[in-house]
């Protein structure tokens, strides 16, 4: 401050004073313009950075399930697979409780529910 005096005093300032204090505020007020411009375009860059690593995040995400193992298994494999997480009790259980297990089987996935669907076993 060009006035420190007049900062920490309740006096008026002197014409000079006076003008070289518009000045300062002048200056002041472009800069904070300027700064709140720039805070405007980072804003927007960081907005627009932010959409395209959730767009990539999504896309690695959804790209890396294709190469997940259980997408190779043989049909014959997974038939076995839904076999065995039957409940211990299957074959001694009501006839509801038995179409919960192979139900919940075809809600998974088109090609579970098509694999579940023709494993006889489960039904």
């Known amino acids: 401050s060009p006035v420190p005096h007049l ?13 070289c204090i518009s000045g300062l505020l002048d200056n002041a007020r472009h800069t904070l313009s300027a700064v709140d411009a720039e805070i405007e375009k980072i804003s927007a860059a960081w907005s627009y950075l932010r959409e395209k ?6 896309s690695i995400h959804r ?4 190469l997940a193992p259980i997408r190779r298994l043989p049909e014959d494999v997974l038939r076995h697979i ?10 001694n ?15 998974v996935c ?5 694999c579940a669907i023709a494993s006889q076993r489960l039904w």
Not at 10 to 19: F, M
Not at 53 to 58: C, E, M
Not at 110 to 114: A, N, R, T
Request: proline share 8%; aromatic share 12%.
């Open 7 to 19: 900062l920490q005093s309740y006096d008026a300032p002197n014409a000079g004073e006076a003008l």
């Open 63 to 66: 790209h890396h399930s294709l």
């Open 82 to 91: 839904f076999f065995l997480c039957l409940p211990r009790l299957y074959m």
């Open 53 to 58: 690593r959730d767009a990539l995040q999504n």
């Open 110 to 114: 088109e090609p579970w529910k098509q």
């Open 93 to 107: 259980s009501s006839f509801d409780n038995n179409l919960v297990a192979p139900l919940l089987l075809t809600q």
